[in-house]
């Protein structure tokens, strides 16, 4: 037997022991003469590790109520009858998102579609696969995407690749499950095509973070609110109504005009 076709055999072996649903790991639960074997996965047979259950036994009834960070929760009763062992393997559902994309100026680009599937995705994270018109997008990149929920205006951290699928870039984006615990149902992915922010984006972008510090009770400069300073003209931010700037952003503008005084007095 050669060296190469051990080491692939070890790589199959550990790939079935850490991810074939035979081996995954079993929680056993008991009560008197009743005993509950639970099992739990994600849509693509893999073990949720860091799932909790909680089995509850009363007279007439068996309550399963099974969490994960980022899956829906699953609910069962058991009336037990004569029966007294029970095995479940249960497949926690992924969350219902609706995901859209824009440009800078939040346009919607209406050419742009998404896939769910999470398939070759451990149950860590969550996959969503963004698809964009190669005309639309002059510098693919994984640096020039970025997202947020729609509701809350929490910038949603991942990692992810970009290829070419004949007239389109698949930009596919892992999200950790905890994520999407703070995520509302509709999430959006900002696409930067190069166009420049302009007048109208810089209010749309402004009203965002109004409606975002309305909705989280603070003027705290979120770091959502940071991603999109760092990308706004001075000149358009002094040319629109101070009624118009929200707290976090009007925080920042003091902040970089303290740095800049500074910045030419060490200068000069």
């Not at 079935?16 to 509950?36: D, L, M, R, W």
């Not at 007294?84 to 559902?93: A, E, P, Q, S, V």
């Not at 860590?124 to 994984?142: G, H, K, M």
């Not at 991603?227 to 000149?235: G, L, P, T, V």
């Amino acid at each position: 037997m050669t060296m190469t076709y051990r080491v692939n055999l070890l790589l199959v072996g550990l790939f079935f022991s850490f991810f074939h649903p035979q081996f995954a790991k079993c929680e056993i639960y008991s009560n008197g003469k009743y005993t509950v074997d639970i099992s739990v996965y994600n849509s693509n047979a893999f073990p949720v590790i860091n799932s909790k259950t909680r089995v509850t036994f009363r007279s007439k009834a068996i309550y399963i109520l099974t969490s994960a960070p980022g899956y829906e929760s699953y609910r069962e009763s058991i009336a037990p009858g004569s029966q007294t062992f029970f095995k479940r393997d249960i497949r926690l559902k992924d969350p219902k998102k609706i995901f859209f994309g824009t440009d800078k100026n939040g346009v919607r680009l209406d050419s742009v579609y998404f896939q769910n599937s999470q398939f070759g995705c451990g149950a860590s994270e969550y996959l969503v696969t963004a698809c964009i018109p190669v005309n639309q997008w002059p510098d693919p990149s994984v640096s020039k995407v970025f997202m947020h929920d729609i509701f809350w205006g929490r910038n949603i951290p991942f990692r992810g690749s970009v290829e070419t699928v004949e007239d389109y870039y698949f930009v596919k984006i892992y999200i950790k499950r905890e994520a999407l615990d703070w995520t509302e149902l509709a999430i959006c992915v900002v696409f930067d095509t190069r166009k420049k922010m302009d007048e109208n984006g810089h209010k749309y972008w402004l009203k965002q973070i109004a409606t975002f510090e309305k909705h989280e009770s603070s003027n705290n400069v979120s770091e959502l609110t940071e991603k999109i300073f760092s990308q706004m003209d001075s000149d358009i931010l002094s040319s629109i109504d101070e009624n118009e700037i929200p707290q976090s952003v009007k925080k920042l503008i003091e902040i970089k005009n303290k740095f800049d005084i500074l910045h030419r007095e060490n200068r000069d």
